[in-house]
């Protein structure tokens, strides 16, 4: 006897519908937050160009930005050096700040999704302690042989050497062990904090102090030339990030459901890793080491949007941005004639953050494990 298709249909229209209703929210979610976030951005990168030592007000902000893109208003700026500060100091360093800070993230992210924990973040890999070598090294022995370029150089080059390193001793068998991989982290990253001691112990006062600020990370005085050598490798590594988002969904299910549904796990992790050493070195070269931001922005747009990587790595983008950019205001503004680390700044709102993570971590599994 034949089943009438109204009875056994019920069923699985029922179970399709609740992922398409709870689809929907979360587009509206994502949707919301970009605009936000967009807004925002625009908001504070005025505020954070025109404050300063030399206060523009944010009129002649926007008058001295559309002059420049040859839309004149008709106004005059009431500072003569406003339009000089702004182009040549102020906004190479916010649009810096804007590039540094939507690496980090979606480095995060993918760090994240790879690894399938929410507190990983780019130092596991020690990309972040391998490039604060290549650059102490080359601050200490006095290494100029590209000039004031040989810092930077030596930091993306050696960031990327260590992910390589770190990577290559995690493989066994063909295959690359999460757990070996962290562990191998962990070890280079103190054998780096053991040469960065000695690097500090060996070196003079005036060595001593860039090594300082270096390793807490600063974005003062970031230049146009600077900005276009880090904005093609960040805007690469993004495009790649994008191309492969819905891999990262489909490993979020786990790995052997991954590998069923034609996912090359081992594949999408090795590239995972490169964009990440690559996002993370040209961000820490110029910037320094600036902490918790892969950390806290990729995992806070997860718990907003849910799993759908797409829309999580716009809005990281956009969320590590948005910090950086106001953590830079702040080391700009909060003491007068002083330029604050800003990798002290992000640290010190992602500490807190990381041990509220922690215990929500630890109250949603019932414990550690």
């Keep these: 006897m034949k089943t009438s298709p109204l009875t056994t249909g019920t069923k699985p229209r029922q179970s399709s519908r609740p992922p398409l209703e709870a689809a929907q929210p979360r587009h509206a979610r994502a949707a919301v937050a970009i605009v936000v976030l967009t807004v925002l951005l625009v908001v504070f990168g005025v505020i954070s160009v025109g404050s300063g030592q030399l206060r523009i007000p944010a009129g002649e902000v926007v008058q001295i930005l559309l002059h420049g893109l040859g839309i004149d208003i008709g106004h005059e700026v009431t500072h003569p050096n406003a339009a000089a500060a702004l182009w040549s100091i102020r906004l190479p360093r916010v649009v810096m700040a804007l590039i540094v800070g939507a690496a980090l993230a979606v480095a995060g992210l993918i760090m994240q999704a790879i690894f399938g924990n929410p507190l990983a973040d780019p130092g596991v890999v020690g990309v972040s302690s391998g490039?604060?070598?290549?650059a102490c090294t080359a601050i200490v022995f006095n290494i100029a042989l590209l000039?004031?370029?040989?810092?930077?150089?030596?930091a993306f080059v050696s960031g990327l050497a260590t992910t390589l390193i770190v990577y290559a001793f995690?493989?066994?068998?063909?295959?690359?062990?999460?757990?070996?991989l962290i562990l191998t982290g962990v070890a280079v990253n103190a054998?780096?904090?053991?040469?960065?001691?000695?690097?500090?112990?060996v070196s003079d006062q005036s060595a001593r102090e860039q090594i300082v600020f270096w390793q807490l990370g600063s974005l003062n005085g970031s230049r146009w030339v600077q900005v276009a050598a880090v904005?093609?490798?960040?805007?690469i590594g993004i495009a790649c990030t994008f191309l492969f988002t819905r891999r990262l969904d489909l490993l979020s299910l786990g790995e052997r459901s991954?590998?069923?549904?034609?996912?090359?796990?081992?594949?999408?992790?090795?590239i995972g890793i490169v964009v990440v050493a690559v996002l993370t070195s040209a961000a820490v070269s110029f910037a320094g080491?600036?902490?918790?931001?892969?950390?806290?922005?990729?995992?806070?747009m997860?718990?907003?949007?849910?799993?759908?990587?797409?829309?999580?790595?716009?809005t990281s983008m956009l969320g590590g941005a948005l910090l950086l950019e106001v953590a830079d205001l702040v080391a700009r503004t909060a003491v007068t004639y002083a330029d604050l680390p800003i990798g002290m700044l992000t640290s010190l709102v992602g500490g807190p953050f990381f041990f509220w993570l922690l215990r929500r971590t630890r109250r949603t599994s019932g414990g550690w494990g």
């Design 302 to 314: 997860r718990m907003l949007l849910g799993p759908a990587h797409r829309p999580l790595l716009i």
């Design 147 to 154: 000039g004031e370029w040989t810092v930077p150089v030596m």
């Design 170 to 180: 995690s493989r066994s068998g063909g295959r690359t062990e999460v757990v070996t």
């Design 289 to 300: 080491i600036i902490s918790f931001v892969g950390l806290v922005i990729p995992h806070l």
């Design 131 to 134: 490039a604060a070598v290549g």
């Design 191 to 201: 054998f780096a904090g053991a040469a960065l001691a000695f690097l500090t112990f």
């Design 231 to 235: 904005a093609p490798l960040v805007v």
């Design 258 to 270: 991954a590998r069923h549904l034609g996912v090359n796990v081992e594949v999408l992790r090795v």
